[in-house]
């Protein structure tokens, strides 16, 4: 009886994360040529990718609601990462998921498949910034740790490939994730705060120098308005 009340109690869960991962799979591109890929491979691996500096507001997809739509159905996938019951069948496929847009963020931001459009048709890779931005804001101890979790894995995979963390924060990508979590300190709920204060924390802790140096003045005034 115990077994049969534990299993009812899940189902609800496993079905909603089932449909979650499959809308997202079935939102990625898998149009790419081999050519393409080909020459993707060739350039990363030489490590000769520089950076682009391109517009923070750059790259928006203009669809809204189907940006909406994705964008829930990823929190969904880091809610169910945080979610003891599910957290071992979610966990995997969440890392594949950040690592995806982080590989799409230095293909898209860097010199390999450049885009500078200022709008898009497609999903923008700033969906995973909300993202992570709504784990970090949540009263959640859990999420909140997913979250950071996310962030340690876009950036490690980012210092992967192209070589140096120096290289990898220069992306747009990390100006739009600064922007974000330092705007999380002005939150009225202090568990919003908290969340910000800890990117913050983290971002210092990890990123370069001369990165922490342009963005010091973010950091300091976010800080300053918690305290």
């Not at 169910?80 to 950040?98: D, G, H, N, W, Y």
């Not at 490690?156 to 330092?182: H, M, N, W």
């Amino acid at each position: 009886k115990q077994w049969y009340q534990r299993r009812v109690a899940l189902r609800p869960g496993e079905h909603a994360y089932s449909v979650l991962q499959n809308y997202i799979v079935s939102m990625i591109n898998i149009t790419d040529t081999t050519l393409q890929i080909q020459k993707v491979l060739a350039i990363l691996s030489r490590k000769q990718v520089t950076p682009l500096q391109v517009n923070k507001g750059s790259l928006i997809c203009t669809d809204e609601a189907t940006r909406k739509a994705f964008r829930t159905a990823l929190f969904g996938v880091f809610v169910a990462t945080a979610t003891k019951q599910l957290r071992a069948e979610s966990t995997q496929f969440m890392m594949s998921i950040v690592r995806h847009f982080s590989l799409l963020t230095v293909v898209q931001q860097s010199g390999v498949f450049p885009t500078k459009k200022k709008v898009n048709s497609a999903l923008d890779v700033h969906i995973l910034v909300d993202v992570i931005a709504e784990c970090l804001g949540s009263d959640e101890n859990e999420l909140t740790n997913i979250g950071e979790k996310a962030i340690r894995l876009v950036t490690e995979t980012c210092k992967y490939i192209l070589g140096a963390s120096e290289r990898a924060f220069q992306l747009p990508f990390f100006d739009v994730l600064v922007d974000k979590l330092c705007g999380l300190c002005y939150d009225r709920a202090w568990y919003t705060k908290a969340g910000g204060v800890t990117a913050i924390e983290w971002l210092i802790n990890n990123g370069p120098l001369l990165w922490i140096i342009k963005n010091q003045q973010l950091f300091i005034n976010a800080t300053l308005y918690v305290m």
